[in-house]
């Protein structure tokens, strides 16, 4: 299959970053139609679907170089590069996806997705249904990581990929990463698990529900089907948006970011009403904000009731080791010091799980300044950690 | 602060041996420390082992490579996890000062600790976890009855000695100990002494150590099983 990745950027180019080189300049994102049926976890099938895709790296002869990129609950198949040469932002893993990055695309084929039920081109609630005719809305069926990790094998047959060097995936795209370790043992090699968890706990639960409540009690939810009635439920997914990022951060780290700072430099005094006077306020509102400009809240909801499900576990009576049990891929679990969303006790269950089940396993706990968020952040310890451990993946595939 | 303790003279010859232009360290380092030398013969090959404070992961490396054992090393330092990582070692960052109850009972054949038991805030604790986690446990200590120490102690001054080079204040061996004290320990917890190794400075073993061990050994090595095991 022809990779997205195009060398040739225009000259002026007006974010010199496109042109940096470790970066991997400008990308072509593909839709990939995947024609077999799925069948899902709650029953339910789709006889086919599309997944938006994008490659960096090449892919070598042996086809044994590929490494995909499980995305975590916002993300989506742009994890580097740019698609416009005035493009503001990289793709949502720039900092380590790129020639020389830990994730070094002059070794790796790199291949990062939108999974199943995702809003940013794959088949999902904002797709249409092709048996009505009309978008899939609340109609489309609720997901797991089970269902993506089925789904992404189908990818990798589509693409010809039988058995990817390593699965890498931070939060929720670290639950995918051990999903494919335990359902398609033989199909990877390493499993990269970051700042991720063995299941969601009650209190990310807890989150979860709140933030799902936020949205579908917005008077512009209709049960759904907002987009019918040309309305959008802004209010309730900005709020579950605000919500998440206070977890995504410490309380050291807003401390620091934010303080008791008050906005637009006045003369310190309290305005007594409900505006934006804080700078946490203010972050917060812009961040909720930016997300309801690019999201959906169908897709939303799906994605946090597939962290909610996933605990693979369950199936063997509670026992996380018997889960790994016939795990083939070696581990690396890195988890940050500061992420009280999935701490590093919950990636030390997953370790303590490997070891049990006498698994290759490293772990590293990395001192972060920010917490669950550090996983996107190029921190140099997190970065050699990454880094040194590709580098032998690398060197097995040159061997 | 339970990082293997990097205080052994002869530890540079592998530190220098590591610190090659290549970056590649353990693997290609075909000349073991004496004392890493000695406790690999104490290994069964195939066995399953817990390396307490693995450093960057020289021993682990060895054993994979001579031995054929599968394990795991326990390190607290950043920048040893991260060597270990580059060299393919399974480690687990960790505090053994917090406890191994993350292990089960009986996990691994083995559970060694090289340097570090007199860095612990409670060597007996810690000794007594590993011997739960290991069938047997393999620890080494510098010895505190050495002449060296002595001689300093009669001079009025705490020692530095190749074996113990760091000064009182910023030391990081905070409960140090005897040969006869680690034996007294035994008896008294009832751990069963497989083997033990006394050796000079250089990993050898003299004449004089055999007759005064306590006075001669500067690094000891012990084997141990735990009561009913």
Redesign the interface.
Known sequence: MSTAVESSTPASSPNAAVTAADSVGIVVPLAIEISQPLMLDCGRSLPQHILMIETYGTLNAARSNAVLICHALSGDHHAAGFHAADDRKPGWWDSAIGPGKPIDTNHFFVVALNNLGGCRGSTGPTTTNPETGHAWGPDFPIVTVRDWVRSQALLADQIGIECWAAVIGGSLGGMQVMQWAIDCPGRLKHALVIASAPRASAQNIAFNEIARQAIISDPDFHEGRYAAVGAKPSRGLKLARMLGHITYLSDDAMRARFGRVLRGGGDGRFAFNYEVEFEVESYLRYQGQSFVDRFDANTYLLMTKAIDYFDPAREHGDDLAAAFAKAQAKF?VIAFDADWRFSPERS?EI??AL??A?R????????SPLGHDDFLMPLP?YQ??LR??L??VADELAA | MSECIDNQANERVVERANNRPDNRPNHRVTELRPDLARISDWIAPGA?ILDLGCGDGVLLAHLARTRQV?G?GLEID?DN??????A???????DIDEGLA???TG?FDYVVMTHALQALVRPDLVLAEMLRVGREVIVTFPNFGHWRVRLALLRGRMPLTPALPSQWYDTENIHLCTLDDFEALCREFGWAVLERAWLDRRHGTGKLIGLAPNLFCENALYKLRRPNA
Do not use: H, T, W
Not at chain 1, 360 to 365: C, E, G, H, P, R
């Open positions: 690396l030390r370790v303590n070891v049990v006498n290759d396993v490293s772990y590293a706990v990395i001192d310890e050699a950690v040194g451990y580098q032998r | 399953r599968r795991y950043p996890v991260a060597a270990c990582i580059k393919g070692i399974n480690v687990i960052q960790a993350d292990f089960a996990a």
